[in-house]
């Protein structure tokens, strides 16, 4: 069966990301013949996409859906837009091509986009690797594969939920079939998974649905293993770690790292990093295999917020971790945190902006800042608190982005808003 496995087009909002989790579905599709294409990497996305489909003649075409939107209330960026166009142009260039969606912001709404987009055969819902390839094997069945939506007697039917792959078991990502090249320029754009799921509690957080609530770790010799093919054969000379949190377990972490070590890997790379039990020696181990960018995440900054977020730290660990990476030559920091998030305060705020202006004066331009809203999710906490404050109903879609703000301190994130615009951000 011939598959066309094409990455959903941010519309030039956003700089390319490497479509790991295509490359990743593409390894497990042994027997078919398989072209990947990324738009986002085209000078003529639409005009490419229509000369591939009609020169290869799919019988399937996957779209995978990473993100529905920018997540940026200021300057938002609704991605989901693109994806009726996409169908638009395969459809017109391969009538008979069959359409399958997945990723993260497919299945998240899984159902909802079912329903909106009836040109869409089947939906592939959560980890793809193993459900795709069953269901290209019974394409006229796709009730007897887990984890598939798909149409029956003019309705949206769903076969069941299935059980998540042994990630260590996958094969490797087919990073022969997506020009790895082609990602290069751009920052924290080429991406080696380590891990899935997360035990963290994050209010907001959607991947503990995405991926579960425990960690699947794929073995450290063979993470390194990726990453040297990603240096000697395709000349990557920077790459991020893209698990939520790449040092939990910490242990996993440290295994990864004398890895690379050991191997004398030459390149730098990036990971999120959470501050509970930050230590000199782990960062110097981190510095020593290669990380060049430590990116922390607290989203609040005093205990009240961090508990009303759900975090798994307090200010305390916060600072701790911001001294061993103070006096840190050599390597870059960024912070991101909510403009105003559940607990906020005026006194807290202020100690938070007191924090990134001490930040800035210590480590100059190795220190970045980004201050964002909170997008309410579906599957998450923090839609339930959304819901029981009134700020959505049970009936209202959060397809189209939502935002949470602590009423009480609104105006905190407007003047946040204005001052980021003067800046341009």
Known sequence: MKVLLVQAWLGGAESPVYPIGLASIAATLNGHDVKVFDPNVSARPYEDLKEITQSFAPDVAGVSLRNIDSTNKRVVVFYYERLREMIDVIKSAAPHTKIAV???????????????????????????????????????????????????????????????????????????????????????????????????????????????????????????????????????????????????????????????????????????????????????LAKEAGCSNFIMSPDGFSNESLKALGKNISRKDILEAYSVLRDMDGVEVSYNFFKNPPGQTLPNFIAMALFCVRAKRAMGRRVHFEFNSIRVEPHTRLHKIALDEGLVSPADSLLKPCYYTNRKTKYIETALNFLLSLKGK
């Open 102 to 284: 997945g990723g993260a912001g497919f299945s998240m709404y899984a159902e909802e986009i079912m329903r909106d987009e009836p040109r869409i055969d089947y939906g592939v819902y959560l980890e793809g690797e193993e459900v795709f390839n069953r269901l290209l094997d019974r394409l006229a069945e796709p009730e007897k594969t887990a984890s598939v939506y798909y149409r029956a007697n003019g309705s949206v039917a769903f076969s069941g939920p299935g059980v998540p792959p042994s990630f260590n078991r996958l094969p490797a990502p087919a990073m022969d079939l997506v020009p790895v090249e082609s990602y290069a320029p751009f920052r924290d754009s080429i991406g080696v998974e380590t891990k899935r799921g997360c035990a963290l509690n994050c209010i907001y957080c959607i991947y503990g649905f995405l991926n579960g609530r425990e960690y699947r770790l794929k073995d450290p010799s063979r993470i390194v293993d990726e990453i040297e093919i990603l240096v000697n054969r395709h000349g990557a000379q920077k790459f991020t770690f893209v698990d939520s949190v790449f040092n939990i377990p910490k242990s996993h972490a440290e295994a990864i790292m004398r890895e690379m070590i050991k191997r004398r890997v030459q390149a730098k790379w990036s990971a999120w990093f959470n501050e509970k039990g930050f230590t000199r020696e782990f960062a110097e």
